[in-house]
């Protein structure tokens, strides 16, 4: 674990994106605790649209809100929902995408046509028409996203699955008769984390991209709590008077992804090269 | 003679800047026009780095030459230093004054290109016209012996099978008349026949064309067959070099002698064991015994995966094994050797017949067989370490890791040669002999009477294999084991089997006494076997040209093969009756 | 031929699906169907309105026969009516794809154009520093959302040149060619940017892949001069992932980029998903996601057939 840790940090993308993944998971912690310069939901009026300065180094808003406290709560809301949702598609796509693998034949059908189902769908689209059904929030979008990556981790999983399935050590458990949820667990399982943890690096980074496009749309976090998307999207009819509403929350949302895509590379590079040729 | 090549002094390295490791050092050799020379090594001897680095493609690997001279005789008079040649300059000597074969015809070729094309690009680097060209493919085929060539020129290279790739690879290197040949292990990845065919080809084209060939092998058998001169290599340094009837007979460095007392001399049945326990006056009882094992999967085509039939992998095999006995399972790919034993150990279901396997004691577990596998890199699971690998049989029949348990673990690593802190190590930090000696082990946790030896030292290099063969036979008087030792080399099988059944197209085909049936083989496909065997003894012998193809298994649904006839030869050897019009 | 076929097969099962899939998550909606059917004007109906109504969409009826007489009215053509525009739906679709259509047409092309040649380029310098510069580009593009992308577009035409993007009703390009393009030409270079990225990361990737295995080498061997080995030998085979890759890439975008169609104010299928979405026109979200799913499986379909000419591996199944 500590020579894999040195190898990752001795690896460039692997460094960076290291320190910026660390950097914005401090700010939300500190965003969660209530840590932040200014209270970010109270209005001083006679402060609106300020620029940068000593007092507020992002500027304010057109209600008088502090930018950087703003984003730093909408850092932590834009991870929370990150988090959950590729944390429920990893779990559940592990599940289906190993079952489907191992049992095969009627399961691995019902559940691998199940995917192509919802893989008809453009990923948007599909979350969108989730939250018509539910209706939108913060708990939908968590739901929606992790609905919409929950195939990709079930393909994700099931192909290597499969092909550890065939390697000789799985056969030769099989002659000792080992039983099916040793050769799971310690078989499959662990060696496929790896490629899952490449893939829960890289579904965080389209993770935080889908969240901040669906608040942009006003379809996810709902005011008057903050996140990137509310944010920029607030930004547009200011843009010419002040375009540090506009500048601060887009590098935010920018280096946050870069920061996930750095670190999936870097492991990726460390953990699975023969995964280049599938990455997208 | 004149002289074609000329290396001196040559070092190669890889990696950047200043953080180059030297592969090879100091290599010297040289090649006269028309010559053979094989240099042979094991793994990570340097060899293939040396071929590569004639024609440079050294450079596209990350390797860099880093001294010495390679002097090439070019076929225009001129002499050229390979080593500081540009680019440019060494792709008009690549082709056409070098050509080169490789170890993987199945990857070596372009997969979405024709053949023809493939080789067409080589006249037409040489200026030819596009009818030229094709006219020439044509020749280039036929004269690999490749049977109906016009057709064959618009096949994609996954039409075609192993054996008829490399010939393709042979007709394409061949292409442009090059004055010089390297052929890196061109028969490694092909069954013993098909090498054998491979091996004629390339010294009756080279007897043709006066080419020089570099023959690069880890096979000193396939030395004797074809090399004029030899160039033993180890750790990336040349230990010897001389003519090879010298080298063969009167090889003065320590490692050469090592690796001719290694490699397994074929002797026609003179050397094979004396310990055979059928020959006791006390025979024991048969500890696993197989009869009418057969082995079929469907087979299906088209869009309704309409079924055409059956594949007949295993059709009706009988044999048994007593305690303390070795029964070889010689074959070569696709005759069913390996899915016989998958049958046994229940990795594939039978279609019928019947197998019992005894423990000897009372005391012995369950599970009275256990295999090792063939690649010692893919049957440990390289996330565990050695601890959980050796555990994982004990676990699976439900027993405890006990104080006892931990005690025969670190009593087996001893026994097969393993450090004693092994135990918390993981796969990837031993060899592919260790690897092997682990999987042995782990075998051996559960005190199995029979071991079920799949192609388990075929991966191995030849001095490792010795070692690795040693151990089997020391383990087997030990332990009174019962092998079944399913392998494709003759040398191997004559040094450890007390018997053999020789599988072709899933039936056995001769069974018997070990001496009986190599000295004495009767079934014409043993014969060919046995011919196709590369030894030292057999110096550049005209390997027999034969161009058989390998019988189709796909059977109609519901065919019954007649059964077999066999006719007895000696008190332990069974030939099966040929049919008279070989249909 | 085999591959290509099992591939029709599953079209239109997995298309079933699809419309399943569809026809219950608008069940789903939260409120009674009425309300799902007309939208929010239903408050106003009386018991009696809303009995008739239900009776004429047989929404009295059991589920799987409102299934069967929705899919059979989807068959022919027939996806309801929207009550935002009060037209069919499909009309209001069709008049809303030509747009999307080109954007995403527009976008594939630009980076297929930039795409491939700088991921080979990269490839063949791996490790130099002008790989080094192509990765930073193409990770960069990729980490960008492209809203982010266009409203940096807007901020520095408006605040730097006094530009405002024209919007307002779609342009056909037979109309007003130039007017189109100057319609479409910076949603399409916001899209295409994330577009190229992707390719281009693809394309170097393959490439490095294809140009470490042994038929480069034996290419090389063979004396083929550099360039020919990297545009004839490996390219070809590196450009199965960049197809797949481009082919969901298209097909997403055919679904409408919603984020960038807002922005830039044009009136594609994906804003008008959205506002129907927000306004509560089921139908109309209805048609739109079946007919955006119908157009990602032909793309999908037309994927497979590019891996079929591709490679003749998967043209002409193994060795039988």
């Known amino acids: ?280 | 003679m004149t002289q074609l090549l000329s290396v001196q002094n040559l070092s190669v390295g890889f990696g950047r800047g200043d953080n180059i490791k030297p592969i090879i050092r100091d290599v010297s050799f040289t090649l006269d026009a028309g010559e053979t020379l094989a240099i042979v090594g094991e793994s990570g001897s340097g060899k293939s780095v040396t071929a590569l680095s004639i024609n440079r493609l050294i450079d596209y690997g990350g390797g860099r030459i880093l001294d010495g001279r390679i002097d090439f005789a070019a076929s225009n008079g001129r002499a050229l230093d390979l080593a500081t040649l540009q680019e440019n300059q060494l792709e008009r000597i690549r082709g056409s004054e070098i050509g080169m074969i490789f170890q993987e015809p199945m990857t070596s070729l372009n997969p979405v290109v024709t053949i023809g094309r493939q080789i067409e690009e080589v006249f037409r680097l040489q200026g030819k016209s596009g009818s030229e060209a094709r006219t020439e493919t044509l020749q280039a085929l036929d004269r690999v012996r490749i049977a109906d060539a016009a057709r064959r020129l618009s096949y994609y290279p996954h039409q075609l099978s192993g054996g008829m790739l490399q010939r393709v690879m042979i007709a394409m290197a061949l292409a442009a008349s090059p004055r010089l040949l390297i052929a890196d292990e061109p028969t490694t990845a092909l069954d013993v026949s098909v090498q054998a065919q491979i091996m004629a080809l390339l010294s009756e084209l080279q007897r043709e064309t006066g080419t020089g060939l570099i023959f690069i092998t880890h096979d000193l058998g396939l030395v004797a067959g074809i090399a004029d001169r030899v160039m033993v290599m180890q750790a990336g340094q040349v230990v010897e070099q001389g003519a090879a009837d010298h080298i063969l007979d009167h090889a003065q460095h320590p490692y050469t002698q090592h690796l001719l007392k290694a490699v397994p001399h074929f002797t026609n049945g003179n050397h094979v064991r004396e310990d055979a326990p059928r020959l006791a006056p006390s025979a024991a009882k048969a500890c696993l015994s197989v009869e009418g094992l057969t082995v079929r999967f469907p087979a299906t085509a088209g869009l309704l995966r309409r079924s055409i039939g059956a594949i007949h992998a295993v059709e009706s095999v009988d044999f048994d094994i007593l305690p303390g006995e070795t029964l070889a399972i010689v074959g070569e790919s696709g005759s069913g050797k390996s899915t016989t034993a998958r049958a046994l150990l229940g990795l594939v279901n039978p279609t019928r017949g019947t197998f019992r396997a005894d423990a000897q004691q009372a005391t012995q577990s369950q599970k009275p067989m256990q295999m090792v596998f063939q690649n010692p890199y893919a049957s440990l699971n390289p996330r565990l370490d050695v601890q959980s690998l050796l555990s994982e049989p004990v676990l699976a029949a439900g027993q405890r890791l006990t104080r006892d348990i931990q005690a025969r673990m670190t009593s087996l690593l001893e026994r097969v040669g393993l450090p004693s802190d092994s135990l918390t190590r993981y796969p990837h930090e031993f060899s592919g002999g260790q690897r092997q000696r682990l999987c042995i082990a782990r075998a051996l946790m559960l005190d199995p009477s029979i071991l079920v030896l799949d192609e388990a030292v075929s991966a191995l290099d030849v001095s490792v294999q010795a070692r690795v063969l040693d151990l089997l036979i020391d383990l087997q008087k030990e332990r009174n084991l019962a092998y079944l030792f399913v392998s494709h080399d003759m040398a191997v099988v004559e040094r450890i089997a007390h018997r053999i059944a020789v599988l072709y197209g899933g039936q056995i085909v001769e069974i018997g006494e070990a001496r009986s049936v190599l000295s004495n083989p009767q079934h014409a496909y043993t014969r060919k076997l046995i011919a196709a065997v590369p030894t030292i003894e057999r110096r550049r012998e005209r390997f027999e040209l034969n161009t058989d193809a390998v019988p189709t298994l796909l059977r109609p649904a519901g065919y019954e093969p007649p059964p077999a006839e066999w006719s007895t030869l000696a008190q332990d050897h069974l030939v099966r009756i040929q049919p008279a019009a070989n249909a | 031929m085999n591959y290509l076929l099992r591939r029709l097969v599953t079209f239109p099962l997995v298309m079933l699906g699809v419309s399943i899939l569809v026809f219950v998550a608008i069940r789903l909606v939260p409120g009674d169907s009425i309300t799902a059917m007309l939208g929010t004007e239903a408050g106003l109906l009386t018991p009696d309105q809303r009995q008739a109504l239900a009776a004429y969409f047989g929404l009295d009826q059991g589920w799987l026969v409102q299934y069967g007489k929705w899919l059979s009215g989807v068959v022919s053509g027939d996806l309801g009516l929207s009550v935002t525009y009060g037209k069919p739906v499909l009309d209001v679709i069709l008049q809303r794809f030509p747009l999307t259509l080109e954007l995403a047409f527009l976008s594939m092309v630009i980076a297929l154009c930039c795409g491939v040649p700088l991921g080979v380029f990269a490839a063949t310098r791996n490790g130099r520093g002008s790989d080094l510069g192509v990765r930073i580009f193409a990770m960069i593009g990729q980490s960008t959302p492209s809203f982010v992308i266009g409203l940096g577009i807007i901020y520095v035409l408006s605040a730097g040149f006094g530009i405002l993007p024209s919007m307002g009703e779609y342009i056909p390009f037979a109309q007003d060619p130039l007017g189109n393009l100057s319609q479409l030409i910076l949603p399409a270079l916001t899209l295409g940017l994330s577009f190229t990225a992707s390719v281009t990361r693809i394309s170097r990737s393959a490439m490095l892949d294809v140009l470490s295995d042994d038929y480069v080498r034996t290419a090389r061997s063979k004396g083929v001069p550099k360039r020919k080995v990297i545009w004839r030998h490996a390219l070809p085979n590196a450009l199965i992932p960049v197809v797949t890759l481009s082919g969901v890439e298209f097909g997403y975008l055919l679904g409408g980029a919603v984020l960038v169609e807002q922005i830039f104010a044009l009136p594609g299928l994906g804003r008008m998903t959205l506002e129907a979405i927000l306004q509560r026109d089921y139908a109309l979200v209805q048609g739109a996601v079946l007919f955006v799913a119908l157009n990602f499986m032909i793309v999908n379909l037309l994927v497979d057939l590019a891996y079929v000419t591709l490679d003749p591996r998967i043209r002409l199944g193994g060795r039988s």
Request: glycine residues 10%; contains cysteine; aromatic residues 10%.
């Open chain 1, 1 to 280: 674990m500590r020579s894999f840790l040195k190898r990752l940090l001795g690896h460039s993308s692997g460094r960076i994106g290291a320190f910026i993944v660390c950097l914005y998971l401090a700010i939300a912690l500190a965003a969660w605790v209530g840590i932040t310069p200014y209270d970010p939901l109270k209005q001083f009026r006679i402060d609106r649209l300020q620029g940068p300065s000593a007092a507020h180094w992002m500027g304010t808003d057109m209600f008088g809100r502090d930018v950087m406290s703003r984003l730093m709560i909408g850092i932590g809301q834009s991870f929370l929902v990150a988090f959950s949702s590729v944390g429920i598609a990893a779990l559940v796509g592990t599940l289906l995408g190993l079952t489907a693998a191992w049992f095969g034949r009627l399961w691995d059908g019902v559940v691998m046509r199940l995917m192509d189902v919802l893989l008809a769908f453009p990923a948007i689209l599909l979350a969108l028409l989730f939250i018509t059904v539910v209706g939108p929030g913060t708990f939908t979008s968590i739901l929606a996203i992790a609905f919409v990556y929950t195939p990709i981790f079930t393909r994700v999983v099931r192909g290597p699955a499969l092909s550890i399935r065939a390697r000789d050590f799985v056969d030769a458990a099989r002659t000792f008769g080992s039983s099916t949820s040793y050769i799971l667990t310690r078989h499959l399982m662990l060696n496929l984390v790896a490629p899952l943890t490449v893939q829960v690096t890289l579904a965080l980074a389209w993770s935080l991209l889908t969240e901040s496009g669906l608040s942009f749309l006003g379809l996810g976090t709902q005011p008057p709590n903050s996140s990137l998307g509310l944010m920029l999207a607030d930004s547009i009819n200011l843009m010419e008077m002040a375009p540090w509403l506009l500048i601060f929350p887009g590098l935010t949302v920018m280096l946050g992804i870069l920061g996930f895509n750095l670190l999936g590379d870097a492991l990726r590079d460390l953990l699975d090269p023969r995964m280049r040729r599938a990455a997208a």
